[in-house]
């Protein structure tokens, strides 16, 4: 029953089916092969149900918040702030990709966003500074990833729904490790342009001047981050509400720069509903096949041949990094998370593993996943923002970049107090 669903699953998956639907349709075989029942019929309920978790409509106001910071040219003037402070260090520009993106990812909750983002201003420097080209393309498909771990993050609101756990402490647990994480990516890219100067590209001159300059360009990105995570964290307002105040915020920044024009409000809302339409399609498909799966007890009979191997925690946690990196390789992030977290939470929690900081395990799973082939989904946006050249450049530049996530859960696995020192302080 397991071997037959999970190859069903691999074989609509590789007729190119949108996740979304691939997921509907197999809970629509398994249904009549392995229930008495028409579970069918459940669908709407469970449509409505899914969709109408308050917690949910975070989702699309934090996608909103992203295509109005976008669409609005912060991320040029970003950008180039981050460039003059930064591009001293060996690497050069490269150090302002993984710098930008950890901004942007502050105000924007998704990894495609954050990639196509600071990658579409990024991009037409490699040529003109002399960079070289994987590694400088793998630095924005892997800055790109931290988009879902530095808070506001749409996966750990995914992530919070599906255990039931705090997103407000979810969000805290995602500081510490999503800033130690763009500092392991700068480290790598620091190692290799030392051993290999010549990647490093030209230097870019810049005075104190220009410097303090700049700074000004980085206060819309962080005035919205202390906007959204400090009204959650005040007590002011729950995650949804602070997305909300986020988008207030976005516009009111729009319109301060003069850039909030009819134009821009309707690309960002078709955009906002495109994007939302996705997603929702993945968690509608999975949540009626999370049904199937446990009405017809293949989800228990999954947990308990997992269970009765009488695993150590230490080992069961190795098979689940290994689980995740390999489904990585061939499924959307998302539809992962929504499909599999239903299964690896009860098993990880009832072997004593804290939720909150299984989740920022899981997220950093699931970015490595967003730079892994054949499926890497940030590898095919910086990919499709070049003019010319092979999809294997930009693989070969983000595996060393998967390295430095091998690392952070090694931390994450020897020092657990990385996620869960400031829940546990502001809890």
């Not at 019929?41 to 969709?51: D, K, M, P, Q, Y």
């Not at 109408?52 to 918040?65: G, K």
């Not at 990709?97 to 495609?112: D, E, R």
């Not at 939302?276 to 199937?292: D, S, Y």
Request: proline share 5%; glycine share 10%.
């Amino acid at each position: 029953m397991v071997a037959t669903a999970l190859i069903l699953l691999l074989v609509l998956i590789g007729l190119s089916i949108p996740v979304g639907a691939a997921l509907g349709v197999l809970g629509l075989i398994l249904d009549p092969l392995y229930s008495m029942l028409p579970l069918t019929r459940a669908i709407g309920e469970l449509a409505w149900s899914t969709n109408n978790e308050f917690l949910m409509v975070a989702v699309p106001l934090f996608i909103l918040l992203g295509e109005i910071l976008l669409r609005a040219g912060f991320a040029e003037r970003m950008y180039a702030a981050m460039s003059l402070w930064l591009s001293w260090l060996p690497g050069g520009l490269m150090h302002a990709n993984i710098g930008a993106s950890t901004l942007f990812s502050a105000t924007s909750g998704s990894s495609v966003a954050t990639a196509a983002t600071v990658g579409t201003v990024a991009i037409p420097q490699i040529k003109r500074y002399g960079y070289n080209e994987p590694l400088f393309l793998g630095s924005l498909a892997a800055g790109g990833t931290l988009g879902i771990l530095i808070p506001p993050s749409i996966n750990l609101v995914i992530y919070g729904v599906l255990t039931n756990s705090s997103v407000p402490k979810l969000y805290l647990a995602g500081i510490i490790p999503g800033f130690l994480m763009a500092g392991l990516f700068m480290l790598v890219i620091v190692g290799s342009c030392i051993a290999k100067p010549s990647w490093g590209g030209h230097k870019i001159r810049a005075t104190w001047g220009e410097r303090f300059k700049s700074l000004i360009h980085l206060a819309p990105p962080l005035g919205i981050f202390f906007l959204v995570v400090g009204s959650i964290y005040a007590g002011l307002a729950t995650p949804t509400e602070a997305a909300a105040l986020g988008v207030l915020g976005a516009l009111i920044l729009a319109a301060w720069f003069r850039r909030l024009t009819w134009t821009m409000l309707r690309e960002s809302v078709e955009g906002t509903m495109r994007s939302t339409a996705m997603i929702m399609l993945i968690v509608i498909g999975a949540a009626f096949l999370n049904f199937i799966m446990s009405a017809t007890g293949l989800t228990d009979a999954i947990t308990s041949s997992i269970t009765g191997l009488g695993l150590s925690p230490g080992w069961m946690l190795l098979i689940i990094i290994v689980f995740y990196l390999v489904l990585g390789c061939f499924m959307e992030t998302l539809s992962m998370m929504i499909t599999t977290i239903p299964i690896v939470a009860p098993i990880m929690l009832a072997l004593g593993f804290d939720s909150i900081w299984l989740g920022i395990v899981i997220i950093v799973l699931v970015e490595a996943a967003l730079i892994t082939p054949p499926v890497g989904l940030n590898l095919f946006v910086v990919q499709s923002l070049r003019k010319s050249g092979s999809m294997g450049a930009v693989i070969t530049g983000a595996l060393p970049f998967v390295l430095a996530m091998f690392t952070l859960l090694a931390l994450l696995s020897f020092f657990p107090g990385l996620a869960l020192w400031l829940p546990s302080v502001f809890s």
